[in-house]
Protein backbone atom coordinates (compact mmCIF):
# COMPACT_ATOMS: atom_id res chain seq x y z
CA UNK A 1 0.00 0.00 0.00
CA UNK A 2 1.47 2.98 -1.22
CA UNK A 3 2.16 5.93 0.76
CA UNK A 4 -0.97 8.44 1.61
CA UNK A 5 -3.40 5.47 0.56
CA UNK A 6 -4.35 3.88 3.88
CA UNK A 7 -4.69 7.35 5.66
CA UNK A 8 -7.15 8.80 2.70
CA UNK A 9 -9.02 5.15 2.61
CA UNK A 10 -9.37 5.55 6.43
CA UNK A 11 -10.45 9.10 6.35
CA UNK A 12 -12.90 8.66 3.98
CA UNK A 13 -14.34 5.74 5.80
CA UNK A 14 -14.95 7.19 8.87
CA UNK A 15 -16.52 10.73 6.97
CA UNK A 16 -18.63 8.54 5.36
CA UNK A 17 -19.66 6.59 8.67
CA UNK A 18 -20.56 9.49 10.86
CA UNK A 19 -22.57 11.36 8.20
CA UNK A 20 -24.70 8.35 7.18
CA UNK A 21 -24.94 8.18 11.23
CA UNK A 22 -26.27 11.84 11.32
CA UNK A 23 -28.57 11.42 8.08
CA UNK A 24 -26.41 13.08 5.97
CA UNK A 25 -24.87 12.84 2.66
CA UNK A 26 -20.95 13.02 1.77
CA UNK A 27 -20.76 15.54 -1.25
CA UNK A 28 -18.39 13.80 -4.56
CA UNK A 29 -16.86 16.61 -6.81
CA UNK A 30 -15.82 15.36 -9.90
CA UNK A 31 -14.26 17.79 -12.44
CA UNK A 32 -14.07 17.47 -16.40
CA UNK A 33 -11.35 19.03 -18.31
CA UNK A 34 -7.94 16.84 -17.49
CA UNK A 35 -9.95 14.46 -15.75
CA UNK A 36 -12.65 13.32 -17.60
CA UNK A 37 -12.56 15.17 -20.66
CA UNK A 38 -8.68 14.37 -22.18
CA UNK A 39 -8.42 17.74 -23.66
CA UNK A 40 -4.92 18.74 -23.26
CA UNK A 41 -3.84 16.40 -26.75
CA UNK A 42 -6.07 18.34 -29.31
CA UNK A 43 -5.43 21.92 -27.43
CA UNK A 44 -1.80 21.38 -28.11
CA UNK A 45 -2.35 20.99 -31.71
CA UNK A 46 -4.69 23.83 -32.06
CA UNK A 47 -1.35 25.78 -30.70
CA UNK A 48 1.13 23.55 -32.72
CA UNK A 49 -0.65 24.83 -35.54
CA UNK A 50 -0.24 27.87 -34.67
CA UNK A 51 3.64 28.16 -33.60
CA UNK A 52 5.06 25.83 -35.74
CA UNK A 53 6.07 23.61 -32.68
CA UNK A 54 5.14 20.02 -31.83
CA UNK A 55 4.68 19.85 -28.05
CA UNK A 56 3.28 17.07 -26.79
CA UNK A 57 0.56 15.84 -23.39
CA UNK A 58 4.28 14.97 -22.42
CA UNK A 59 5.34 18.16 -22.33
CA UNK A 60 2.65 19.64 -20.37
CA UNK A 61 4.95 19.81 -17.27
CA UNK A 62 3.79 22.67 -15.94
CA UNK A 63 -0.86 23.57 -14.94
CA UNK A 64 -0.17 27.37 -16.46
CA UNK A 65 1.60 25.63 -19.79
CA UNK A 66 4.88 27.48 -19.12
CA UNK A 67 6.18 24.61 -19.92
CA UNK A 68 5.53 24.72 -24.02
CA UNK A 69 6.58 28.19 -23.27
CA UNK A 70 2.86 29.74 -22.53
CA UNK A 71 0.60 30.59 -20.15
CA UNK A 72 -2.89 30.05 -18.90
CA UNK A 73 -4.38 33.38 -21.13
CA UNK A 74 -2.68 32.79 -24.49
CA UNK A 75 -3.97 28.78 -24.23
CA UNK A 76 -7.31 29.79 -23.53
CA UNK A 77 -8.41 30.61 -27.11
CA UNK A 78 -7.53 27.14 -28.10
CA UNK A 79 -9.26 25.41 -24.82
CA UNK A 80 -12.38 27.44 -26.33
CA UNK A 81 -11.76 26.71 -30.30
CA UNK A 82 -11.63 22.85 -29.59
CA UNK A 83 -14.49 23.45 -26.90
CA UNK A 84 -16.71 24.88 -29.23
CA UNK A 85 -15.59 23.20 -32.84
CA UNK A 86 -14.05 19.88 -31.84
CA UNK A 87 -15.77 18.92 -28.63
CA UNK A 88 -17.01 15.50 -30.16
CA UNK A 89 -13.74 14.71 -30.72
CA UNK A 90 -12.53 15.23 -27.03
CA UNK A 91 -11.74 11.76 -25.47
CA UNK A 92 -13.64 10.26 -22.59
CA UNK A 93 -11.66 9.10 -19.19
CA UNK A 94 -13.49 7.12 -16.75
CA UNK A 95 -16.34 4.78 -16.07
CA UNK A 96 -19.65 6.27 -16.35
CA UNK A 97 -21.18 3.13 -14.65
CA UNK A 98 -18.95 3.29 -11.67
CA UNK A 99 -20.15 6.92 -11.60
CA UNK A 100 -23.79 6.55 -11.79
CA UNK A 101 -23.75 4.21 -8.73
CA UNK A 102 -21.69 6.33 -6.63
CA UNK A 103 -24.88 8.03 -6.53
CA UNK A 104 -26.63 5.50 -4.55
CA UNK A 105 -24.17 6.33 -1.82
CA UNK A 106 -23.05 9.59 -2.57
CA UNK A 107 -24.18 13.46 -3.26
CA UNK A 108 -21.97 13.31 -6.85
CA UNK A 109 -21.67 16.68 -8.85
CA UNK A 110 -19.50 17.40 -12.07
CA UNK A 111 -17.83 20.80 -10.80
CA UNK A 112 -16.12 22.69 -13.50
CA UNK A 113 -14.79 26.12 -13.92
CA UNK A 114 -15.39 28.40 -16.96
CA UNK A 115 -17.42 30.99 -18.16
CA UNK A 116 -21.37 30.64 -17.86
CA UNK A 117 -21.83 33.16 -20.74
CA UNK A 118 -19.88 34.41 -24.13
CA UNK A 119 -17.88 36.13 -22.42
CA UNK A 120 -14.16 35.73 -20.88
CA UNK A 121 -11.51 33.63 -22.16
CA UNK A 122 -13.62 30.39 -21.65
CA UNK A 123 -16.82 31.51 -22.94
CA UNK A 124 -19.51 29.92 -24.89
CA UNK A 125 -18.44 27.17 -24.10
CA UNK A 126 -21.45 25.37 -21.69
CA UNK A 127 -23.68 24.02 -24.42
CA UNK A 128 -20.78 22.22 -25.90
CA UNK A 129 -20.22 20.81 -22.24
CA UNK A 130 -23.42 19.81 -21.67
CA UNK A 131 -23.77 17.79 -24.79
CA UNK A 132 -20.35 16.14 -24.18
CA UNK A 133 -22.23 14.76 -21.10
CA UNK A 134 -24.59 13.65 -22.91
CA UNK A 135 -23.06 11.80 -25.46
CA UNK A 136 -20.78 10.17 -22.87
CA UNK A 137 -23.62 9.15 -20.74
CA UNK A 138 -23.49 11.49 -18.02
CA UNK A 139 -25.89 14.25 -19.09
CA UNK A 140 -28.36 13.50 -15.80
CA UNK A 141 -25.82 14.11 -13.62
CA UNK A 142 -25.81 17.57 -12.12
CA UNK A 143 -23.37 20.12 -13.04
CA UNK A 144 -21.88 23.17 -10.53
CA UNK A 145 -20.02 26.13 -12.81
CA UNK A 146 -17.58 28.52 -11.19
CA UNK A 147 -15.65 31.16 -11.73
CA UNK A 148 -11.97 30.41 -12.09
CA UNK A 149 -11.11 32.70 -10.17
CA UNK A 150 -13.47 31.58 -7.08
CA UNK A 151 -12.74 27.94 -7.52
CA UNK A 152 -11.35 26.92 -3.54
CA UNK A 153 -12.32 25.00 -1.27
CA UNK A 154 -14.01 27.27 0.75
CA UNK A 155 -16.02 28.21 -1.89
CA UNK A 156 -17.32 24.84 -2.02
CA UNK A 157 -19.46 22.56 0.28
CA UNK A 158 -17.65 19.34 -1.29
CA UNK A 159 -15.85 16.51 0.80
CA UNK A 160 -14.09 14.61 -1.81
CA UNK A 161 -12.73 15.94 -5.27
CA UNK A 162 -11.64 14.27 -8.35
CA UNK A 163 -9.64 16.01 -10.00
CA UNK A 164 -6.28 17.40 -11.33
CA UNK A 165 -5.51 20.71 -10.27
CA UNK A 166 -2.31 21.24 -8.08
CA UNK A 167 -3.54 24.04 -6.85
CA UNK A 168 -6.88 22.69 -5.51
CA UNK A 169 -4.44 19.96 -4.05
CA UNK A 170 -2.67 22.41 -1.80
CA UNK A 171 -5.65 23.92 -0.01
CA UNK A 172 -7.05 20.46 0.70
CA UNK A 173 -4.24 19.31 2.69
CA UNK A 174 -4.53 22.10 4.76
CA UNK A 175 -8.22 21.78 4.56
CA UNK A 176 -9.47 19.56 7.46
CA UNK A 177 -12.67 17.08 6.40
CA UNK A 178 -11.78 17.30 2.87
CA UNK A 179 -10.04 14.83 0.88
CA UNK A 180 -8.82 14.94 -2.79
CA UNK A 181 -7.91 11.77 -5.51
CA UNK A 182 -6.09 13.77 -7.75
CA UNK A 183 -5.31 12.65 -11.44
CA UNK A 184 -2.28 12.42 -12.31
CA UNK A 185 -0.19 14.64 -14.62
CA UNK A 186 3.50 15.62 -15.47
CA UNK A 187 2.08 19.28 -13.92
CA UNK A 188 0.88 17.72 -10.66
CA UNK A 189 3.83 15.05 -9.93
CA UNK A 190 5.09 17.49 -6.91
CA UNK A 191 2.08 17.30 -4.88
CA UNK A 192 2.89 14.43 -2.47
CA UNK A 193 0.44 12.06 -1.32
CA UNK A 194 -0.60 12.42 2.37
CA UNK A 195 -3.69 12.12 4.83
CA UNK A 196 -6.04 14.13 2.59
CA UNK A 197 -4.75 13.55 -1.04
CA UNK A 198 -4.14 10.74 -3.23
CA UNK A 199 -2.41 10.63 -6.47
CA UNK A 200 -4.55 7.91 -8.89
CA UNK A 201 -3.62 7.46 -12.37
CA UNK A 202 -7.45 8.04 -13.85
CA UNK A 203 -10.87 9.14 -12.60
CA UNK A 204 -11.47 5.45 -12.69
CA UNK A 205 -9.56 4.49 -9.39
CA UNK A 206 -11.31 7.06 -7.72
CA UNK A 207 -14.47 6.37 -8.34
CA UNK A 208 -13.91 2.66 -7.82
CA UNK A 209 -12.14 2.88 -4.62
CA UNK A 210 -14.99 5.31 -3.38
CA UNK A 211 -17.44 2.39 -4.29
CA UNK A 212 -15.26 -0.21 -2.54
CA UNK A 213 -15.13 1.94 0.99
CA UNK A 214 -18.87 2.62 0.57
CA UNK A 215 -19.60 -1.45 0.37
CA UNK A 216 -17.39 -2.00 3.21
CA UNK A 217 -19.22 0.51 5.30
CA UNK A 218 -22.49 -0.80 4.50
CA UNK A 219 -21.09 -4.35 5.02
CA UNK A 220 -19.76 -3.23 8.50
CA UNK A 221 -22.91 -2.00 9.40
CA UNK A 222 -24.69 -5.22 8.60
CA UNK A 223 -22.93 -6.59 11.42
CA UNK A 224 -23.52 -4.68 13.67
CA UNK A 225 -26.31 -2.18 15.48
CA UNK A 226 -25.63 0.88 13.07
CA UNK A 227 -27.41 -0.97 10.54
CA UNK A 228 -31.07 0.66 11.50
CA UNK A 229 -29.19 3.84 11.85
CA UNK A 230 -27.75 3.87 8.01
CA UNK A 231 -31.40 2.14 6.59
CA UNK A 232 -33.12 5.83 8.03
CA UNK A 233 -30.27 7.81 6.76
CA UNK A 234 -30.95 10.72 3.98
CA UNK A 235 -30.26 9.87 0.09
CA UNK A 236 -27.80 9.03 -1.58
CA UNK A 237 -28.14 5.81 0.07
CA UNK A 238 -28.25 2.39 -0.84
CA UNK A 239 -28.42 -1.33 1.29
CA UNK A 240 -29.62 -3.71 -1.71
Request: proline share 3%; net charge negative; glycine share 6%.
Amino acid sequence: MYAGKSEVVGGLRSLLRDAYKSGTSVRVAIDIDHTLAVIAPLMLAAFNRDHGTSFTADDHADYEFRSIGSNYEEMMPYYTEVWKSQYKQIPFSGNVGQIKELTKYYEVNILTARSQNNEGPTGGTVDAMHDWLRINGLGDIHVEICDRMKSKVADFDYHVYIDDSPVLAKEIESTEGRFMFLVSHRYNEHIANGPRVLHVAKSEVATNALLDIARKEIAAARKSDNLDKLQHASKPLSLR
